[in-house]
């Protein structure tokens, strides 16, 4: 049914909600009450100056009562519907929204509250299932309480026990209790740390993380060239809180400085601006190898840009996140990434267009522009292979230079099968929570 | 003392007061006890104690009890030797992974010391 000759509706709903009857309404704006209830039935149309009337006497804008709510609500109620699996044309979402405004506002709402809520199960679900840190606490406390009931066990039922053996047990239980609230004490520490998913800080990577992420990843000092401006980042830095993270920011810092030195970021903003973001050329023009042009593109304070570094073994050593491209913090990720690939193809620089599902609903897609090289980290020795490391520039796709031909077609990708929502993917390892019901 | 007098059990724990604690209700039940806490030289203490039965923690530093229980179920002498698996993890996939290895029991932490001594007087008679 189209919005306009909804307004009847919409007159009446007005109505009803201020106490005015259908006949004083109608005299007052000088109808016929019978008139008036074609309107109300959408059996009429309404606009001009009897429009004007009807809504100054119900204190509305003639354009609420002529378009009902707005597009943006029936557009949300819609994707709404298609996400449950509800066959509700747009045609319904604009009755609803005309009809009850405030519970369409509400579904709505609730609907993105929902998705809210979906991301922090993702994100929750990811470390609860991955991480080494709550495994291995959850062990401590599950050893620790078995040998207190073992041992409490043996002192409450053994009729007849040697002094010594008892005294043993008694020392192995305080021992034992002492380690298990601690043990108790790191796990609420940690679970703590969980409910505020954006806050905890748990691991070296992520003290790391959270060092790179309060600088935006961008460190002005070392972009001058200033010598010791690397410590003195370091020094200042509260994230650090490990010397296993401490060493790894120093590692990336020294990094820094000398892509910085070779790819002077006046210089190199102003080659972006002349060519665009493409790393080949830019590798080119900055006589440096593929990745350095990719982690530099990543430290510009202007380029809205995600990377992930990987080691052979896949294992993620370095990341920035950006928005719709979601990076595990822990456990595999999607093996379709391109980052992978280079793997299997070392010094090969990949350009891929992917799309990860996107946060809206069912069938939804965002899209990225992905750069990848795998190149070796060390020298090589004679007869073995060098150890190499993957790359991955992320953008989206509106950031890119123009593409063409083979590049235009998307690979569709996830984050992690845990995750994600493709259950025909070939790729598949694991089932995913999606499918469960999440 | 029991029927279970002279007959050998090894136990591969790395968890010091379980150990004891173990240890002490098999002694008291007959057995003679023998433990180790590494994984990785764990099958050869198998060879050197040869026990009639073993009680096997999965996780070990230097290898893991599946991988140990595999070896075992590779080799003739051992392939048949009662194996009790003791977890911390008690998910269906852990108990699935241990008898798919050739477990005989297996047994989550935290349990208690009759379950233990009920399941090793169960595989002695084996």
């Keep these: 049914m189209a919005e306009r000759t909804l307004a009847g509706s919409r007159i009446r709903e007005r109505r009803i909600a201020r106490g005015l009857r259908q006949a004083e309404l109608a005299a007052e704006v000088g109808i016929s009450a019978s008139y008036l209830n074609l309107i109300e039935h959408n059996r009429r149309r309404i606009g001009g100056k009897l429009l004007q009337s009807i809504a100054l006497r119900l204190d509305v804008e003639p354009s609420i009562l002529a378009e009902g709510a707005a597009r943006s609500v029936v557009a949300h109620l819609s994707a709404v519907a298609e996400r449950f699996g509800e066959e509700a044309g747009s045609g319904e979402a604009a009755d609803f929204a005309s009809r009850f405004p405030g519970w369409a506002n509400l579904v709505v709402r609730a609907a993105r509250r929902v998705e809210e809520l979906e991301r922090n199960v993702e994100t929750l679900t990811d470390r609860l299932t991955h991480d080494p840190h709550l495994a291995a606490t959850l062990h401590e406390v599950l050893s620790t309480a078995t040998a207190i009931r073992s041992t409490a066990s043996i002192l409450s039922e053994t009729k007849e026990i040697e002094p010594e053996w008892r005294d043993r047990f008694h020392r192995n239980i305080n021992e034992d209790a002492t380690r298990l609230a601690e043990s108790a004490q790191a796990l609420v520490g940690f679970l703590d740390g969980v409910g505020d998913a954006h806050s905890e800080v748990s691991s070296p990577q992520e003290e790391f993380s959270a060092f790179l992420s309060a600088y935006s990843w961008h460190f002005p000092a070392l972009e001058e060239g200033l010598k010791a401006a690397a410590d003195s980042y370091l020094k200042g830095a509260s994230q650090l809180k490990s010397s296993s993270a401490h060493a790894i920011a120093a590692r990336y810092l020294r990094c820094y400085a000398e892509d910085a030195a070779k790819m002077p970021l006046r210089v190199f903003e102003s080659a972006i601006e002349e060519h665009g973001v493409d790393p080949l050329s830019l590798a080119a023009q900055f006589n440096v190898d593929t990745a350095s042009a990719l982690r530099r593109i990543a430290t510009l304070p202007d380029i809205d840009c995600g990377i992930v570094v990987c080691d052979a073994s896949g294992t993620m050593i370095f990341r920035k996140p950006i928005e719709g491209f979601p990076i595990p913090r822990f456990g595999a990720a999607c093996p379709l990434w391109p980052l992978f690939q280079g793997l299997s193809r070392p010094m090969v620089a990949l350009a891929d267009t992917v799309s990860q599902p996107a946060r809206g609903g069912a069938g939804q897609e965002s899209h990225f522009q992905t750069y990848a090289v795998a190149q070796p980290v060390l020298s090589a020795e004679y007869g073995r292979e060098p150890l190499l490391e993957a790359t991955m520039l992320i953008l989206p796709t509106d950031t890119t230079a123009a593409l063409s031909g083979p590049a235009l077609r998307a690979q569709s990708i996830g984050s992690s099968c845990r995750v994600c929502p493709r259950n025909a993917c070939p790729a598949r390892r694991e089932p995913s929570i999606m499918a469960a019901g999440f | ?126």
């Design chain 2, 1 to 126: 003392m029991t029927e279970m007098a002279g007959k050998t059990v090894l136990l591969i724990e790395d968890e010091p007061n379980i150990i004891e604690a173990i240890g002490f209700i098999l002694s008291r039940d007959g057995w003679t006890v023998h433990t180790h806490s590494n994984g990785q030289t764990a099958i050869e203490a198998v060879e050197t104690r040869a026990p009639d039965l073993i009680v096997l923690d999965v996780m070990l530093p230097g290898r893991s009890g599946y991988d140990i229980l595999k070896d075992l179920r590779a080799d003739a002498a051992t392939a048949k030797l009662p194996v009790l698996m003791l977890t911390a993890r008690g998910q269906m996939k852990d108990r699935e992974m241990a008898l798919e290895y050739g477990a005989n029991r297996f047994m989550t932490k935290p349990f208690s010391n009759a379950e233990v001594l009920e399941a090793v007087r169960e595989l002695a008679a084996l």
